[in-house]
């Protein structure tokens, strides 16, 4: 169980908008730590997708933003794609364990 | 272009140790934290454990504590991940990453397969 918490699946039609949560706590997230997080495509090597809470690194398309707010962060894909679905999983580091931890998953179907 | 090449794959028997390598290039191997993530069939990532090759500093994810180490070797700018006493439970893919604080792990190695069967 990790301390990150992250819905198992999310689900959405091609074009909407979904949202990913990331919940932690005064250790890791509310202690003001950065989230990055992190895309797994189907038999892929995981890429990073946000990193700084909200930055995309180069190649990421914008419809990725990333968002924090105290102990909780979020994912959000603006005009979801097919090629979207895939894992994917936030990171932050916790003061308690003293080191960076990914949360469960989440995985994204496209209907 | 930053490149991490780890070695390949491997099946071992129940109770045996391996160590697994990761190969950096084309970027400063001492000014980055490399780390250990673990991925079972069908399951998440794991945070292992996670080296910093310019002072040594090394940090254990709580779920690897005492199931092997991490370490480097800066001549040859490669980093390493010891696994002991494997279980059949220790069959997973194994990357290593590059990782900055700010920046997150954004180079990762193709992964290692490690299969532990009798």
């Known amino acids: 169980q990790s301390v990150l918490t992250q819905p198992p699946s999310v689900s959405g039609a091609p074009g909407q908008r979904i949202t990913i949560s990331c919940t932690g706590s005064?250790?890791?997230?509310?202690?003001?730590?950065?989230v990055h997080w992190y895309q797994q495509l189907p038999g892929a090597v995981p890429r990073l997708l946000i990193f700084g809470n909200n930055n995309r690194p180069s190649g990421v398309p914008d419809r990725f933003s990333g968002s924090k707010s105290g102990a909780s962060a979020a994912l959000a894909i603006n005009g979801l794609q097919p090629e979207d679905e895939a894992g994917y999983y936030c990171q932050s580091y916790d003061k308690g364990l003293s080191i960076w931890v990914f949360g469960g998953g989440t995985k994204v179907t496209v209907l | 272009e930053a490149q991490l090449v780890q070695s390949g794959a491997e099946v071992k028997k129940p109770g045996e140790s391996l160590k697994i390598s990761c190969k950096g290039s084309?970027?400063?191997?001492?000014?980055?934290?490399i780390g250990w993530v673990r991925q079972r069939p069908g399951k998440g990532l794991e945070s292992l454990g996670i080296m910093y090759p310019g002072d040594g500093e090394t940090r254990y994810g709580p779920s690897f504590q005492g199931q092997g180490t991490v370490s480097a070797d800066n001549s040859i700018t490669t980093a390493y991940l010891q696994l002991n006493s494997l279980k059949a439970s220790d069959t997973a893919i194994y990357y290593c990453?590059?990782?900055?604080?700010?920046?997150?792990?954004?180079?990762w190695g193709k992964g290692t397969m490690v299969t532990v069967s009798s």
């Open positions: 990453a590059r990782f900055l604080a700010a920046d997150g792990f954004d180079v």
């Open positions: 005064s250790s890791n997230l509310g202690a003001d730590y950065d």
């Open positions: 084309g970027f400063n191997f001492n000014t980055y934290w």
